[in-house]
């Protein structure tokens, strides 16, 4: 601990993960490469907007973008199928979009708006979707690993064929309820699969500080739950190592962990300088291994997919994005009467 | 020398059990480590063994017999060589087992948690009670008949255990309803650390009564997930010390979603298990959480006494949608009390019983708080005061209108529990009496509490740590200027 590590361990991750390519990266459809451009595209514009309401002082409190890891979790949504189960730690927008929610309902909920999904009570970490079958949006850190692992424990006793989704960084990854939820879940082989989000960075302390096992994807091994690293950076690796995972946990076989090598772009949050990493690191990443960028290559080059098409999507996401803020800055704030509303539920007769 | 072999304390708290079965018949060989006997309470058996070397020359009590107090002599061992006949005929006066003589039989090595029988007040409140009065010197197994007017006065009564009760309320609920299922530490195979959850695995099975391994704060997070998908969790903590590592997950998790989520999200989930002091299980074993849960909102804390009010409490918590922390008591689990026998005994949360009506000064307390409220009543009584006892039942939502109520009549109040003072219930209901009887009072309202250090575990300190009856009555006195 302390000093004496990290002199010898400097902080600049030079056993980083290499973004290598996989050897057999499985192909998209034109379709299929469309369909996750526009996703990804709608998360990053999001958060551009979010960040700029948040400047506004607009958005209060905390604000964790998710610039960056936008393929993981579009990737494992399109592995996914309808009635699978979706929770998270705070750094929850890209989720909640990626899972159908209504972009005003999110922007609205972190501007604190009535309409908002949590009518203003939640905030940007605390947001919930019964209906798209997203819930939450946790901040406490690992909290959601438990809890996740409690819907796998509910589609197991209610044998619904459903899995949980159950999305941590690399350091709630250190949190000890992890592990208690590894090993329950491998106890009853419940049909959750843990998706490790590993930005290299818990706030502001990168992986090679925090953690003695770096691979991620081997945290379940004493518990004998498989695991792999991914290039999170790449939707197509996500995607198929998604599938593969679900379908190990959907057929009976327990847990499964995936290990997403991604990277954020912005701070920890809105009130993060980022000195813990050098500028240059940065915009390596983003030069080579934007995820977006990636696809948009590809559409062009492999698809042929003409620019004006693109540009067309862009514009469709920018409207979105702009009407989300639109709404989020107008709507008005929660009725005072609703401070006292949904603390308990009505017993019924 | 013969040796007197006594009956056995499977716990510190055990007064008395069965002699199920002599395992060694008269005149038989006995050596160390020789198993001569079965004893059990209604929680457990265990085996008595033979310390030292010798022949068993006399029975004394024979097979089956029931309610066999700790420490009396059961057989006669007699030292090889001697005379058996005479030995048997000392009739129960030799030394007794452990050759040192004196010490009662060595307490069973086995997990003290699983173990404590009886009630402990017994000792703690009988000694503490003033030498003029007439009261009886100990709290019998049975306690008064509480007033129950939530029932038609003719409804056939059943004398339960709380320990039953609670296990009756689970398995009628787990019958009627597929999603109600109950989870934690040694709740199946072993039948519950405490046996509340007796039977349950073999009526229900293990999809719906599931063993955790001890992990309090994993399992209490897939309890909180599996109740937010429409599961209703019954989270069994061996005691409410061990909920501290799942603390997070009642407070930030099940407590604040529905909040959080707009109404979106609720938890029905019940948090329950033994919580306060045991006997002689130290500070780590010994806590009383009602205060700090009820000071939660999302919350409702509901810690009852009689045997009635936990089957129909713990009914209501079950098909409540929202978390409920269900704090029970292990010195009350083994106390009978009359159930009536009703189709669906389920009462409301949140309500306050007068368990015993008067008009002079009102107690108010709750679960193992009304024992010393009720015999203090008692002696008051034979003293001339009349006291309204008040079981509060639900501390959250806190039922202050039946407490005002009765503090509009009597004028005065002093309010029991064995938990800390600073911030307790006792405050709480101190500072509601303040704005919603203020005009009524006519002495302070005092608090009788546990005291404001960590639970010693020497016997006399213990003692002193916790509320006695004397200081109630001594309370009580005080606000009626006597």
Not at chain 1, 181 to 210: C, D, H, Q
Request: hydrophobic letters at 40%.
């Amino acid at each position: 601990m302390g000093a004496g590590s990290e002199a010898g361990k400097p902080a600049t991750d030079t056993d980083a993960p290499q973004h290598r390519p996989a050897p057999n990266i499985p192909q998209f459809t034109r379709d299929e490469d469309l369909h996750a451009y526009r996703e990804m595209l709608l998360i990053r514009r999001f958060e551009e907007k979010a960040g700029q309401l948040y400047g506004m002082g607009l958005i209060g409190g905390f604000c964790h973008l998710y610039i960056g890891q936008e393929a993981v979790v579009v990737g494992v949504q399109m592995a996914g199928e309808d009635g699978d189960q979706n929770i998270t730690g705070y750094r929850d927008h890209g989720h909640m979009l990626a899972c159908g929610m209504d972009a005003k309902g999110v922007m609205a909920e972190l501007t604190g708006r009535r309409g908002g999904y949590s009518r203003g009570k939640g905030g940007s970490m605390h947001m919930f979707s019964r209906e798209k079958q997203f819930f939450g949006g946790h901040g406490i850190v690992g909290a959601q690993v438990a809890l996740g692992t409690g819907l796998a424990f509910a589609d197991a006793y209610l044998k619904n064929g459903k899995v949980s989704f159950t999305y941590m960084g690399d350091g709630a990854a250190n949190q000890g309820q992890v592990y208690e939820s590894f090993n329950m879940a491998a106890l009853w082989k419940l049909p959750v699969v843990y998706i490790v989000e590993n930005n290299r960075y818990a706030m502001g302390t990168s992986v090679a500080r925090a953690s003695a096992q770096t691979d991620f994807s081997k945290r379940g091994l004493s518990f004998g739950i498989p695991g792999e690293q991914v290039d999170g950076m790449d939707v197509r690796t996500v995607r198929e190592a998604a599938a593969r995972a679900i379908q190990h946990a959907r057929s009976g076989e327990g847990p499964y962990i995936l290990e997403m090598q991604t990277y954020r772009y912005r701070g920890h949050s809105m009130s993060d300088p980022a000195k813990y990493r050098s500028k240059d690191e940065v915009s390596k990443m983003r030069d080579e291994h934007d995820p977006i960028e990636m696809v948009r290559k590809r559409l062009i080059e492999a698809h042929g997919v003409p620019e004006a098409d693109l540009k067309g999507i862009d514009a469709k996401v920018r409207e979105i994005v702009n009407e989300s803020a639109d709404f989020a800055t107008h709507d008005a704030e929660p009725d005072p009467s609703e401070l006292w509303t949904d603390i308990l539920l009505e017993a019924r007769a | 020398m013969a040796t007197d072999i006594l009956m056995p304390a499977l716990s510190p708290t055990m007064e008395e059990g069965k002699l199920a079965k002599w395992l060694k018949k008269e005149g038989d060989a006995v050596k160390a480590g020789d198993v001569l006997a079965e004893i059990e309470t209604d929680k457990a058996t265990m085996e008595v063994e033979a310390i030292d070397e010798g022949v068993l020359a006399k029975i004394l009590v024979p097979d089956g017999t029931e309610n066999v107090a700790v420490n009396t002599p059961i057989a006669i061992i007699a030292e090889e060589g001697e005379d058996v006949s005479a030995a048997a005929a000392s009739g129960g006066k030799g030394k007794p087992n452990g050759a040192d003589g004196g010490a009662p039989a060595p307490t069973p090595d086995m997990d003290a948690e699983g173990m404590t029988e009886k009630p402990s007040a017994t000792a703690k409140s009988g000694e503490d009670a003033p030498k003029a009065t007439a009261a009886p010197a100990v709290i019998t197994n049975k306690a008064p008949a509480p007033v129950m007017e939530e029932f038609p006065a003719d409804s056939p009564m059943v004398t339960t255990t709380v320990r039953e009760a609670l296990r009756d309320a689970m398995a009628e609920e787990m019958r009627k309803d597929d999603k109600v299922f109950v989870m934690g530490e040694e709740v199946a195979e072993y039948q519950g650390a405490y046996k509340i959850t007796q039977g349950l695995l073999q009526e229900f099975g293990a999809r719906r009564v599931v063993d955790t391994p001890i992990t309090e704060h994993g399992f209490a997070g897939i309890g909180v997930g599996a109740a937010f998908m429409g599961l209703k969790p019954i989270v069994e903590f061996m005691t409410f010390n061990f909920a501290m590592q799942a603390i997070d997950h009642i407070i930030n998790s099940a407590a604040k979603t529905l909040y959080m989520s707009g109404g979106q999200l609720g938890c029905p989930i019940v948090f329950r298990g033994p919580n306060g002091a045991a006997a002689r299980v130290g500070a780590q074993h010994s806590h009383d959480y009602a205060a700090w849960y009820s000071n939660v909102p999302g919350l409702k804390v509901i810690a009852p006494y009689t045997a009635s009010d936990a089957k129909g409490l713990l009914k209501a918590a079950i098909r409540d949608p929202n978390p409920v922390i269900f704090l029970e008591n292990e010195i009350l689990y083994g106390q009978s009390f009359p159930v009536p026998q009703i189709e669906d005994l389920v009462l409301p949360i949140g309500k306050a019983r007068i368990h015993r009506p008067g008009t002079d000064v009102t107690l108010v307390s709750f679960s193992i708080g009304m024992t010393y409220a009720l015999k203090a009543a008692q002696i008051l009584s034979e003293q001339g005061i009349e006291a309204e006892v008040i079981d509060l039942r639900t501390i959250r939502p806190m039922d202050s209108a039946t407490v005002v109520e009765s503090v509009k009549k009597t004028g005065r109040c002093v309010c029991v529990e064995e938990g800390f003072p600073q911030s307790g219930v006792g405050a709480e209901i101190v500072a509601r009496l303040m704005v919603d009887a203020f005009d009524y009072l006519d002495a302070p309202v005092l608090r009788v509490t546990g005291k404001d250090v960590p639970m010693p575990y020497a016997a006399n300190l213990e003692k002193l740590a916790l509320p006695s009856v004397a200081e109630v009555v001594e309370a009580a006195k005080s606000v009626c200027y006597k």
